[in-house]
């Protein structure tokens, strides 16, 4: 069986231990591939070749950084097909998504990182006639990027790329549910000629070799993308060593339909923000808020159309929604479908694992589901649940639907349907989220602020966001 490689002071190598974990094909429930189990001795050798090669990388032109990392973006794009196939095998996404967004996005990372460290540019900031103060932004060392399962590729490059342009070294680690994509990616790294240890890549589980990086007394950034309960160990072993922390946690986000929205545009557009990567986006709308006036429509509109949607293999064209990524996040989200019965909700479609034939007979498949019925707080609508499984309730005032929306510890992103411009600006004023889509959903441009507010994270990467975390500012002040 196919062994992935740890990427190491610019070699493929296996881990020390030469102990391995299952990879699973989420589609099929078949093991396919090992995975390096990489301890704390790997990501020393990690650690040590990134502070080795800092020197010189951070002192290397920024034109020359920019080259290298836009020739790795296109090698990305020229292996669309192979890394687009890898990353629905490892992750049971639907083939079309990762051809279309995933591999594409991550390529996008590289080359918007690679073009904007050519751009961006610190501040100056002149007392009259009496100083001039100049702010130097300084790139820091090894950055630890941490990243999870749902969009592997994409949110791995998205944390890689602005660390790397700016100067720094890196050891990242993906997650051990997905690792595939991030190892190809090694084997690009080394076609585009990326200098040995600028990137180093250290396969394995959370609590071995992410914990091993967090506490690394070399590694003084971290930049993590995941589970909150996640971000908070790691805040907390981070914190106490002073360490730079970005934290881009979990989310239980609503959709706001007002009765005065473009009905058939919020309809598609719900259906896919609910249901695209099988509900496993953080991003994903789990809560949906229909005003009364147009509830009923609604409902009945939604389920027939999500009933229509097709639970398939993730390689069939036709298939809307492929596999969860792993059998105990299936087990996980089926016990919400469970939950949110015994709250009193009923399940107005799915609810149910859908069984496939053939090769995909073991795979991890959940009916796209809705659930009616429940109350704003209860646990069903509080907790994430991160799977094709969404809520639907009425409301009937502005001041109403703000006070359920606002009411979980989450503030990722927020979605709101209305025509009424007045009332898109004070409720996107009002609600407790990093980023509200009026009219739309998952609209990204690079160059935004990305992240959440309370339990969903700490800082925000995108545009120069990322630059100004992965530097650290010097301020030099002269007298004139
Ligand atoms: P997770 O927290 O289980 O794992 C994320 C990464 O952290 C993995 O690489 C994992 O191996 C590693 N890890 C686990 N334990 C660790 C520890 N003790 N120390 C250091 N690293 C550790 O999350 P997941 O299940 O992979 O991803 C799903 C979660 O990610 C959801 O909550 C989702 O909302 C969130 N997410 C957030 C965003 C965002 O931008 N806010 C984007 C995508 C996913």
């Not at 751009?119 to 630890?144: F, K, Q, W």
């Not at 909150?228 to 907390?236: D, M, P, V």
């Not at 695209?276 to 939604?302: D, H, M, P």
């Not at 009193?344 to 859908?354: A, C, H, K, R, S």
Request: negative net charge.
């Amino acid at each position: 069986m196919e062994k992935i490689k740890n990427y190491i002071n610019g070699e493929m190598i296996n881990p020390i231990s030469n102990t391995y974990i299952d990879n699973y094909n989420p589609s099929t429930g078949e093991v396919y591939s090992l995975i390096p189990d990489s301890n704390e001795e790997d990501v020393d050798l990690a650690v040590k070749s990134a502070q080795a090669a800092f020197p010189t990388w951070s002192k290397t032109s920024k034109e020359k950084r920019s080259i290298i990392l836009q020739k790795l973006a296109t090698l990305i794009e020229d292996n669309l097909d192979r890394f687009a196939e890898a990353e629905s095998k490892d992750n049971g996404k639907p083939l079309k998504l990762s051809k279309t967004v995933d591999i594409p996005r991550a390529a996008a990372n590289f080359n918007f990182y690679a073009t904007g460290v050519l751009h961006y540019a610190s501040e100056a900031h002149a007392m009259e006639d009496m100083a001039i103060n100049y702010t130097l932004r300084e790139p820091i060392g090894v950055c630890g990027c941490i990243s999870p399962w749902n969009l592997p590729l994409y949110l791995f490059s998205w944390k890689i790329a602005p660390a790397l342009a700016i100067g720094n070294t890196v050891v990242a680690k993906p997650s051990e549910v997905t690792p595939y994509t991030a190892y190809l990616l090694s084997e690009l790294c080394i076609e585009a000629g990326l200098p040995k240890g600028v990137l180093n890549i250290v396969h394995g589980l959370g609590h071995k070799v992410g914990a091993a990086i967090t506490k690394h007394p070399d590694v003084p950034v971290i930049s993590f993308t995941g589970g909150t309960i996640t971000g908070s160990e790691i805040a907390r072993t981070a914190a106490p060593m002073f360490k730079k922390l970005s934290l881009e946690l979990g989310g239980k986000n609503p959709n706001i339909i007002f009765d005065d929205c473009d009905f058939d545009k919020a309809l598609k557009t719900t259906i896919h923000s609910s249901f695209a990567n099988q509900g496993q986006i953080c991003l994903c709308g789990s809560r949906i808020f229909v005003q009364r006036g147009i509830y009923e429509k609604f409902k009945t509109a939604f389920v027939e159309k999500v009933e229509r949607l097709k639970v398939g293999n993730p390689f069939d064209e036709d298939s809307n929604l492929g596999a969860v990524v792993s059998q105990s996040h299936m087990e996980k989200v089926l016990s919400y479908v469970t939950l949110a019965e015994e709250e009193g909700g009923t399940v107005l479609t799915g609810g149910n694992q859908v069984h496939l034939d053939g090769d995909q007979k073991n795979g991890y498949y959940i009916a796209p589901t809705i659930i009616e019925g429940l109350s704003f707080d209860c646990r069903t609508n509080q907790e994430e649940i991160f799977g094709p499984v969404v809520t639907i309730m009425p409301f009937d005032t502005e001041e109403e639907v703000l006070m359920m929306a606002n009411s979980t510890k989450y503030g990722l992103a927020a979605t709101v349907w209305t025509q009424d411009v007045t009332k898109a600006h004070n409720v996107a004023a009002k609600l407790h989220a990093g980023i509200v889509w009026v009219n739309c959903w998952l609209l990204r441009d690079l160059r935004t602020p990305f992240g959440g507010v309370k339990n969903s994270g700490v800082g925000r990467e995108g545009g120069f966001n990322a630059f100004e975390f992965f530097t650290e500012p010097k301020n030099v002040c002269i007298k004139l």
